[in-house]
């Protein structure tokens, strides 16, 4: 962070053109995550002060050399945001300098407020959900990602049915492990068998982000907004994105005080913003069980000595899915 901080004094002029030199450079707080920290930084200059976000990978975690994380995540935003500028796709954090020897990624920190804080909030402060915030919120990440893939877009190709029923297959049998019934999981089977072999034209394929959650997407008054870049393919199916993302919000179900109207209205009004057609949603209900299923999957990986931890995520996913194959599904065998 010393030489962040420092080449921010030395440079800022450069990088903030018209804005004059540099008076400080701040770090005003930091999160940890499991292989990297976020730093926020404030460069103040005569007339006012910028955001910065600093992510900065552990040395040692994810098996690759921090640096080398730090450079492939770099050029993968430097790629964005050039791409976005020229097509005017907005909410993409402009970047700042090159780090990589630190084994950092510097951008411009996007104004706004994580989705899943204003979902929380609607779910915990009464009145708040009918202000017309969270729809508005929802339809601002909806917006933004089929704009997003608009200006990624990669020719379409046909989906392989088959190999997703084979993935949802073995999803399922890791599960069974772990507790999930038989009834539901012919319940998946066989309702995404019924929508699989219908879907026999090309789909779009774009630029996916993998990391599209509720948590991520940040959203103030001039729309949506994305940061986490490190997960980037520049060529895969376009339901990843929005199958994760609704997945994530319909997961929130698990903590007791976001029941299923609040979630049911995020994805709506995600849906109706992205949209997608009849088609689209009803293969975007298969995606979303096997990102479903995937979570119950990982829950696996915690320490042994948290296998009280490991049981109960067990016990409240298994119910969930149960849950939503009913929801998603209802036309199975």
């Known amino acids: 962070m010393e030489l962040i901080t420092r080449e921010l004094r030395s440079r800022g002029a450069e990088w903030f053109q018209g804005f004059g030199e540099p008076r400080a450079v701040r770090i005003v707080g930091h999160t940890p995550k499991s292989d990297h920290y976020i730093y926020d930084i404030v460069v103040d200059f005569a007339r006012l002060s ?10 040692g975690k994810g098996g690759v050399p921090a640096h080398i994380r730090a450079s492939s995540e770099g050029a993968v935003l430097h790629s964005i945001w050039s791409i976005a500028t020229e097509r005017g796709l907005a909410g993409v954090p402009r970047p700042i300098g090159d780090f990589n020897i630190a084994g950092a990624v510097v951008c411009e920190k996007l104004p706004g407020i994580p989705l899943q804080s204003i979902i929380m909030k609607a779910a915990l402060l009464p009145g708040y959900a009918g202000l017309g915030l969270l729809q508005s919120a929802a339809r601002s990440a909806g917006g933004w990602l089929r704009e997003f893939q608009q200006v990624t877009a990669r020719p379409a190709r046909p989906l392989d049915g088959d190999a997703l029923q084979a993935e949802l297959e073995k999803l399922c049998l890791r599960c069974k492990g772990e ?17 699989l072999s219908r879907a026999g034209r090309p789909l779009t394929h774009s630029a996916v982000l993998n990391e599209f959650t509720p948590l991520n997407v940040v959203v103030s008054e001039q729309g949506a907004g994305f940061s986490e870049f490190a997960r980037l393919e520049e060529d895969g199916s376009a339901f990843t994105d929005p199958a994760t993302f609704l997945a994530c919000v319909e997961a929130l179900e698990k903590y007791p005080f976001c029941d299923h109207t609040i979630t049911t209205e995020v994805q709506e009004s995600f849906l109706d913003a992205y949209a997608a057609t009849e088609h689209e949603r009803e293969l975007l209900k298969v995606v979303k069980m096997k990102v479903l299923l995937s979570m119950f999957v990982a829950g696996r990986t915690v320490r042994e000595s948290a296998a009280r931890k490991k049981v109960m995520w067990a016990n409240v996913m298994k119910k969930f899915i149960q849950t939503a194959a009913d929801r998603s599904l209802p036309n199975a065998a």
Not at 50 to 59: D, F, P
Not at 179 to 195: N, Q, V
């Open 50 to 59: 910028e955001r910065l976000a600093a992510k900065v990978y552990r040395a």
């Open 179 to 195: 507790g999930l019934d038989d009834a539901s999981i012919r319940k998946i089977l066989s309702g995404s068998d019924a929508i």
